[in-house]
Each structure stands twice: as C-alpha cells, then as structure tokens.
C-alpha cells in the first residue's frame, strides 16, 4: 500500500505536479477534432508524449480557446487544419497555474493549465506529482471518433 | 430512439461496414442458396482472437504503458532518436494490435520530429509504416496475419522465424531511409507518462491469454475473459469499436461467397503477390487476404502486408495515421513512394525466390 499524502508532504507534492505540468508544456500536441452531433461544440483533444490528457474546448467566432465549462456550439463545418494550428500555438503560449487540485477516487492531482487569463485544460498527475495520467474516458471518445 | 438512431448512425459511418452490407444484401439476392450457408465462412477463432487483442490493447493503451515505452526508447536514442522511436514501435507492433500501436505511437511521433526537427508529415508516414512492417513480423500483429495463421494451420513459432527473415530487411530498409535530425539534437528529457497499473495488467492478461489459448487451439475460450475484463472498466470499454469485428464478419460471409460464385482459382508466385498487392490497393489489406485465400501463403502475406503502405486505404492503419495526424494523403502517398517502390519490388523478388 502506497502512502495518502498529508501535511507538509501535500504541499511538496502539489508544486511538483505543477512544475511537471509546466516541463510537460512544451511537449503537448492538438489531436483530431471531436464534434458530437450537428451543430454541436468543437473540443480538441490535447496529447502528451501519444496519450490523450484532457480537451479544450474551441470557440470559432473568435477563432481561440475557450474556458473549461464553456463549449461553443456552432452550426458549420471548422477547417481542421486552422483549428490546429491555432491550439498548438496556444498550447506554447500557456502555463500551470501555481495550485493543485487532489482528486481522492482518482489519487491524482489536477493541475489546471491557463492561456492569457482562462483555464483551459486539467491536467491529470500522479499523487506523487512525478508523472502525467492519461484519460481513459477521452481515450474511448477519441477511439470511437477516429 | 434517439441513441437507437445516433448508434445506426455510428455503424454506418464506417463506410466500409457499409459497403459489405450491400454487397450481403445483394448476394443474397443474387444466390440465396449460397448465402444461406454463409455463416458458415467466417473463421470464429480469427473473430475470437482479433476480439481479445482488440481488448488487451484497449487496456494497454489506456494505461500509458507503450507511450512511456516508447518514450524511455527515445531518450536514451543517442544521435538517431527517430531511428531507435522507430525501431521501438515495429517491436511494440509485434505483441499489440497495430491499430493500437498507432494511435500511441503517432502523436508521439509528432512531439518527436518537433524535437529533433523532423517534418511532423514524414514522422508520422515513416511511424504508421514502421508498425506496418512490425506488426508484419508477428502471427498476432494484425489481422490478415491471424487469417492466414489460421487458415493455413501455421504455428506462432514457424510464422514468426519465417516472418523475422521476411521482413527484416524492408524494415531496415525504412530505417535506413527515414529522415535525419537536422543539425544536433538537444538532449532533453521530458516528464514521463505514469502508468495506470491496473489497465496495464489487464491488457497483458488479456494479450498472454489470447496467445496461450490460440497456440492451444481454443482461441473461443478468451472471450469470457475479455467481456469480463471490459465490464471491470466501462470508461475504458466504451473506445471498444465492435464494428470492426461486424466489417470482418461481413467480409468472410461476402468475400468467400464472392470467391465461390466466380470460381476463383488459387494461385502460385508472383501472380499471387501481384494480386494481394493489386487488391490491397483496391479493397484494403484485410478483405484482399479473404479474397486470395487458398493461394500460396508466402506471397500473400508479402503482397497483403507490404502491399499495406503505399496508399492510405491499403490500411486502417494508416487512414487512422491520418486523421491522428492531420496530414494530407497525396503528401503521404508521395513521402513514402521511394520505400514503397523499393519493397514493392522486394516482394516480387522474394516471391520468385519462394
């Protein structure tokens, strides 16, 4: 049985998760658009070393991310090229924010990630603030997509 | 109704589940005397055995397991970190699925050619063929492997020894030619992918006991254990894509009938390579091993197997290559036309040999 974190431990733990967020950064990549039906919001799946992390969501009218919790519907069809080539650059131009959420059902830490002043990706990291978890429920939406 | 209608919806925007069904509907309507007995014509150990591996390496997926591998591959690649990623994914590709190995392994080509200054296209054209040609090697590596180990009563152990000697040298061939880092390579290392314990257990399980009870002959006797494994994890199981078990249902039942209703005669050689490479081109590896079924298996499995790289609709594959990377099909298509050429010319040297 590995041991809970607590005390003074939580906090190194928390600042390593962000520092490892923040090292991981530069590595991310936009994956394939996820659209769910007609009409529906654009989410972009962000991947870390070939496994899937978290998604952001995408707004077309203004051509940039949205913040987590506001997906953007949108009636048309996006260029897919466009979309990913504006999230990678988004994705180089972001940060960890310095504080971290712990998860108890999943033993991970949640590093929310930011672009100018909006959150736009969790990202997942081991209790030990030492690796990045992949998302196994993006992994099957990316998989029934693909 | 509404989900009844998205999951009709689903299964038809496979369009090749969709093509196989028409073709059903009308051979039964052209020979219902035929068709009638068409369940007969799918190999159930096949669909057994692709329905575990497709599970062991759902779990192994999730867990991280092969991107961390194949992470820790590359960090120690010295000068050649493409070449050794490479290398590490045709190995991967020869216990794993290789659609699986694809969806880890082309994204990580993507943060690996921005590292060492690779165009991403040619990164991810060279990776989808390098698990190609591993997976080419392996009697489980994919599923025209697992058709024609079946068919022609090959054991895992012989398949492999001849497969190795096969297709070692297009391998090399791949590495050989693939690009260069432009300049030195800045050694760096990023953070590593944790991996999740309990799916990566699963997956090996899953794998090994599919490998174990085919080499014994019961490949049917896994399925208890994949459902069960797949109800352990629902998040995990919902990425489970049955369709394509449906697609290689559809093509047995359709193809052999094909085969019976216009006489198709084996063949030997090169004709046999000539025309696994031809119809791979045409229909896609996988149905095009249905088709030739009854010919010589060495050169079917060449032209099935090298005949999977040149086009994107030669393999799932790579059409999953694509859409994982974004990158355009002529781009492919010509990226990868001087190795295709060079191993199109290979298989029929060696099927001459053979």
């Known amino acids: 049985m590995r041991a809970e974190p607590e005390g003074d431990d939580l906090t190194s733990m928390a600042g390593k998760a962000v520092k490892t967020v923040g090292q991981a950064l530069q590595f991310m990549e936009p994956g394939p658009i996820l659209r769910g039906p007609p009409g529906g919001p654009v989410d972009v799946p962000v991947f870390y070393e070939g496994v899937p992390l978290d998604i952001i969501h995408y707004d077309p009218y ?3 991310p949205s913040p987590k919790g506001r997906p953007v519907h949108y009636p048309a069809e996006v260029d897919e090229h466009e979309v990913r080539s504006i999230i990678g650059r988004v994705l180089r131009e972001s940060y960890a924010l310095m504080g971290a959420e712990y998860r108890e059902p999943e033993k991970a830490w949640i590093v929310p990630v930011a672009w100018r002043n909006l959150i736009i990706l969790h990202v997942r990291v081991s209790w030990d603030g030492g690796g990045l978890l992949p998302d196994p429920g993006l992994e099957a939406r990316l998989r029934r997509i693909v | 109704m509404a989900s009844l209608t998205r999951l009709l919806l689903w299964l038809l925007r496979d369009r090749m589940l969709l093509a196989l069904l028409i073709l059903y509907a009308i051979l039964w309507l052209a020979s219902p005397g035929l068709m009638r007995e068409s369940y007969e014509y799918p190999d159930y150990g096949v669909l057994s055995l692709v329905a575990a591996l497709m599970g062991g390496s ?3 997926d999730a867990s991280g397991l092969l991107a961390e591998a194949a992470r820790r591959i590359v960090v120690r690649g010295g000068r050649f970190p493409f070449q050794m990623f490479l290398l590490a994914v045709a190995l991967m590709s020869i216990p794993v699925l290789n659609d699986a190995v694809v969806f880890v392994s082309v994204p990580l080509a993507l943060s690996l050619a921005d590292m060492v200054g690779i165009e991403r296209g040619i990164a991810a054209a060279y ?3 390098a698990v190609n040609i591993g997976s080419s090697m392996s009697p489980i590596g994919n599923p ?8 022609y009563g090959l054991s895992h152990a012989g398949y492999l020894a001849l497969a190795v000697k096969l297709y070692l040298i297009p391998l090399l061939l791949l590495v050989g030619l693939s690009p260069r880092p432009r300049g030195r390579v800045a050694p760096c290392n990023p953070p ?3 991996v999740r314990r309990k799916h990566a257990i699963l997956g090996l399980v899953n794998v090994a006991a599919a490998l174990i009870l085919d080499i014994i002959g019961r490949p049917v006797l896994v399925l208890p254990l994949t459902i069960g494994t797949l109800l352990l994890d629902l998040q995990v199981a919902a990425g489970y894509d049955f369709r394509v078990l449906m697609v290689l249902w559809l093509a047995y039942a359709d193809l052999r009938s094909l085969s019976l209703l216009l006489h198709l005669s084996p063949l030997e050689g090169v004709k046999a390579y000539l025309a696994a490479y031809g119809l791979s081109q045409l229909v896609s590896n996988v149905p095009a091993t249905i088709i030739l079924l009854g010919s010589s298996w060495v050169p079917l499995s060449l032209g099935v197997n090298l005949g999977g790289l040149p086009l994107p ?3 799932i594959a790579n059409l999953i290559a694509l859409r994982l990377s974004g990158l355009n099909p002529r781009r492919y298509v010509r990226v990868l036309a001087p190795l295709s050429l060079i191993l199109f ?4 040297l060696v099927s001459i040999l053979y």
């Open chain 1, 62 to 64: 203004r051509k940039a």
């Open chain 2, 127 to 129: 990776t989808v063929s």
């Open chain 2, 345 to 348: 010319a290979y298989g029929i």
């Open chain 2, 313 to 315: 609709q030669s393999s």
């Open chain 2, 192 to 194: 590593p992918v944790r």
């Open chain 2, 58 to 60: 759902l779990f192994l």
């Open chain 2, 144 to 151: 025209q492997n697992i058709i024609i180990t079946h068919y």
